[in-house]
């Protein structure tokens, strides 16, 4: 019994040892022993995801312990043919390898499943097959691509650090979801480290380690979640533009946005199998055949431009306000309202605190841009509550995170130490 804490206790330790002494941490200038304990926090709340997952009632479709059950056999292929390891993860048992959107049958579907499983088969050489401690060497990487998102976000605003750290690191479902053992904190990572490395390489204009990260980290989103690599492109792309030349550069944005949906229509016309509108409606077709207590009826999406405007309302409700206050069933369902009125609350301030003020940089534009793409697309093919509440928390850290760090903090601070409302122009 023992033997089964002590790999736990052991990367706990050398976790917060690299967290406390290593100077990638140290660049973001949150004291150690806050990292320290948001890296505790986040691993506390991963063993609670895992024991929760491991109820009777959620442990037939708890894909988390689905994917450490399967890296067995993927430790075992690593230690004996190493080669072979990585060589199956380029290859795969279908007549075809699939169509990059289709979600069965698909080399490219499996793929993210492939990935994250490999993944946890690497660590389990190290904690010796212990989920909880597999737990730990999970959350350390997720701690590095928050950390990576943070000093991004940080490097242009002057908001209290306080108030961004817990915009990126402690949004409650995102913590939740963002932590246990699964592809979400690694995705969110992974999206964290390259626009960080993407900002460094706007400076630098050079080839560089972050160069190679760029890349990497791309590749890592694209095998995990391809939609998301691809809904990336057009928004750094756009931020690339407006650093190149910041005057009304919010109008590069809208002119990437338009003629990437111009050129998905031009694409659908000239051969139907590059029809955008057909895999999302055909992601809709998949989850309408689930069945679940958490079910959102909504009427079917056809591959119709017509369709889509005639959806974007129920699209808009299922990705942003869902659940509804009738909808509560359970006490999660009660906190996830509550968070959403949360957001309600920073988005209004946001806003009203922004309007007719300086422009947001353009990074901030960049996730605003992408995180809204991401969380649309959601709503037009995610019919479940349950659903939407997790693919949600991996956006919430690129949507809030900047709408925080533009909000007038240092006003508010005048304010309530004199008393009195101020004549102080401008906003942080």
């Excluded at 002494?21 to 948001?38: A, D, E, H």
């Excluded at 943070?150 to 990126?168: G, L, M, R």
């Excluded at 301030?349 to 901030?364: D, H």
């Amino acid at each position: 019994m023992i033997s089964e804490y002590l790999p736990f206790t052991f990367y706990l330790m050398v976790g917060c040892w690299l967290i406390y002494s290593r100077r990638l941490f140290k660049l973001s200038g949150i004291p150690s022993w806050v990292m320290m304990l948001v890296f505790c926090l986040k691993v506390a709340v991963g063993v609670l995801y895992g024991l929760y997952f491991n109820l009777p009632k959620q442990r037939t479709g708890a894909d988390t312990w689905r994917f450490f059950k399967e890296s067995f056999y993927e430790t075992d292929l690593l230690k004996q043919h190493p080669f072979e390891f990585v060589q199956s993860l380029f290859v795969h048992g279908y007549q075809q390898q699939g169509n990059l959107f289709v979600g069965s049958n698909s080399y490219w579907n499996d793929l993210k499943e492939n990935v994250v499983i490999k993944f946890i088969a690497i660590c389990n050489l190290l904690t010796g097959t212990q989920y909880y401690a597999d737990v730990v060497l999970f959350n350390f990487c997720f701690m590095v691509g928050l950390d990576a998102l943070y000093k991004t976000i940080k490097s242009q605003s002057s908001a209290p650090p306080a108030a961004i750290f817990a915009s990126v690191f402690l949004l409650p479902s995102t913590l939740f979801w963002g932590s246990g053992l699964h592809k979400d904190g690694l995705l969110i990572s992974a999206i964290g480290v390259l626009m960080y490395c993407f900002q460094r390489q706007l400076v630098q204009k050079r080839w560089s380690i972050h160069t190679v990260w760029l890349i990497l980290s791309f590749l890592f989103i694209f095998a995990i979640k391809n939609f998301v690599a691809l809904a990336i492109f057009p928004a750094l792309l756009a931020w690339w533009l407006a650093e190149r030349n910041k005057q009304r550069y919010q109008y590069y944005f809208i002119a990437v946005y338009c003629g990437g949906l111009l050129l998905m229509m031009m694409l659908s016309v000239m051969h139907p199998s590059l029809n955008a509108l057909k895999y999302i409606a055909n992601k809709q077709q998949e989850f309408l055949q689930l069945s679940g207590n958490s079910a959102i009826p909504v009427p079917p999406l056809l591959p119709t431009l017509e369709s889509v405007f005639h959806y974007l309302p129920t699209a808009i409700d299922v990705a942003f306000f869902r659940p509804h206050l009738f909808e509560i069933k359970n006490p999660a369902y009660a906190l996830s309202f509550m968070e959403n009125i949360g957001y309600a609350c920073v988005v209004i301030a946001f806003i009203w605190f922004t309007r007719n003020k300086r422009r947001l940089p353009p990074f901030y534009t960049c996730c605003l841009f992408f995180s809204l793409s991401i969380l649309l697309l959601d709503g037009f093919t995610v019919t479940f509550t349950g659903a939407i509440v997790r693919y949600r928390s991996l956006m919430l850290p690129f949507l809030i995170g900047p709408m925080v760090a533009m909000l007038p903090f240092k006003r508010w601070l005048w304010v309530a130490g004199n008393g009195k409302k101020t004549g102080i122009q401008g906003s942080i």
